[in-house]
């Protein structure tokens, strides 16, 4: 079939040539399509997973690190790990993260559940599933339109999320926590997986329980790191244990024809520095107009050509020279530096640049984070309330949210901050007072 923008999409036979079984360790063939080609485009070194936060006591004990590396595959342009961490270790029980504290995903949930509802006029009989739910901010506007809704969370939070009203199951979503669903609560009109699609390691078991309580007409919808805004805004930071994939529209189209599943629509959004929100269908239903666009600018982008993944390795070593030679710049008569927000990201750029006690006396967060009192994985740095950049009057601040750059910066003026700021990607840059 030739479409106006000249793209064709091709046909993949619906067979179920993959394994359900769940990956683990080192592998050598694709997440998607089993190609065994899979070329490293950028090594990130061996770093400890990115919520690993050690207490003051387990400074002092041994700290385990895996092998972090960017790859591609040469056949479906899937961007991967080549190595899974067992999910029990990266997505442990006092996994130190709520979603309710990032106010930009706040305000994009508000607005997707608001979407879904006019959108596919879902009704209060309908039921809303949230797979990798955390605290529950995401059904939370589900359910206060009258839906019903259900929680799926491996870890403690899901307590939290019960607590505030969110019916929550504390598991990993498989065919036996799928099953149980359906007993207990009926089929799903929209089952949703923000910022969790990637970091499944059970992915065709995920895609078969998905197809299992998904109702006929119902919709599927992911978020991801969209791997345009990687490679645009070079934010190699978003590379770490969680995210086993890097979505592209090509290779995701592949994995749900695989699965019995349409890609029916996607856009990309704002959320975590750059997002693609993804909606399938069960059975065979034709892609929208954006469906096609975003291919086409995939194509132009030259995301299906490793030259351009090779562009992208040089640049970010680029960028850790520059941000180091800043750094050594700021240092000189003893300044002080602070980094400004822990977020998962972080800890990759902590990481890779092996920027830590040496150049920075500690990282802050906002009031009220599970994080305060802990201290980085790997670089080992202190995590304390942010209030004290203000009592100590600190010269300079690195802000490790930097993709929510503006919006911290423009907050901290407002609270009375007069240092200056160091900006560590896509360009590192200080920022005058």
């Not at 090594?43 to 041994?62: D, F, M, R, S, W």
């Not at 704002?270 to 693609?276: C, K, L």
């Not at 600190?394 to 911290?408: A, D, F, M, Q, R």
């Amino acid at each position: 079939m030739q479409l106006d923008n000249n793209i064709k999409i091709r046909k993949i036979k619906l067979m179920k040539t993959y394994s359900t079984k769940p990956l683990v360790g080192h592998i050598n063939q694709c997440q998607i399509c089993n190609n065994k080609g899979l070329e490293i485009v950028l090594p990130l070194g061996h770093q400890p997973p990115v919520h690993a936060h050690l207490t003051k006591e387990g400074l002092g004990q041994p700290e385990i690190t895996y092998p972090l590396n960017f790859c591609r595959c040469d056949k479906c342009g899937l961007l991967q790990l080549d190595y899974i961490v067992d999910p029990k270790i990266v997505f442990y029980p006092e996994y130190p993260y709520y979603t309710g504290m990032t106010s930009m995903l706040v305000r994009n949930f508000q607005l997707l559940t608001n979407l879904l509802i006019n959108q596919y006029k879902l009704t209060k009989k309908d039921l809303a599933i949230d797979i990798g739910s955390n605290d529950g901010t995401l059904l939370k506007g589900f359910k206060n339109q009258g839906m019903r809704v259900l929680g799926i969370e491996p870890t403690n939070v899901a307590k939290i999320a019960t607590k505030n009203g969110i019916p929550t199951i504390q598991e990993f979503f498989n065919e036996e926590t799928a099953k149980k669903i359906i007993k207990k609560n009926g089929r799903a009109k929209i089952i949703t997986a923000t910022n969790i699609f990637a970091h499944i390691n059970n992915l065709f078991e995920f895609m078969e329980s998905i197809k299992k309580i998904l109702d006929d007409g119902g919709i599927f919808v992911s978020e991801s790191q969209y791997l345009m805004d990687i490679i645009e805004k070079l934010e190699f930071d978003t590379i770490y244990h969680e995210h086993l994939r890097f979505y592209s529209l090509r290779p995701l189209r592949r994995l749900f024809s695989q699965t019995g599943f349409s890609l029916v629509d996607a856009e990309r959004i704002q959320a975590a520095g750059g997002s693609i929100r993804v909606y399938a269908m069960k059975g065979k239903h034709s892609p929208s107009k954006r469906v096609y666009k975003l291919i086409n600018d995939e194509e132009k982008a030259g995301l299906y050509k490793i030259q351009t993944f090779r562009k992208f390795a040089r640049q970010a070593l680029i960028a850790k020279r520059k941000l180091l030679a800043i750094l050594i710049n700021c240092k000189k008569g003893d300044n002080r530096i602070v980094g400004l927000g822990a977020p998962a990201r972080s800890n990759t750029l902590l990481g890779f640049t092996k920027i830590g006690t040496d150049f920075l006396d500690y990282v802050a967060e906002r009031k009220g984070s599970p994080k305060i009192g802990l201290f980085t994985p790997g670089t080992h740095l202190p995590v304390i309330d942010e209030q004290k950049i203000f009592e100590q009057k600190i010269p300079y601040v690195l802000i490790l949210s930097w993709h929510i750059g503006k919006e911290l910066m423009k907050k901290f003026r407002e609270r009375g901050y007069t240092g200056k700021f160091i900006m560590p990607l896509p360009k590192p840059t200080v920022i005058p007072k």
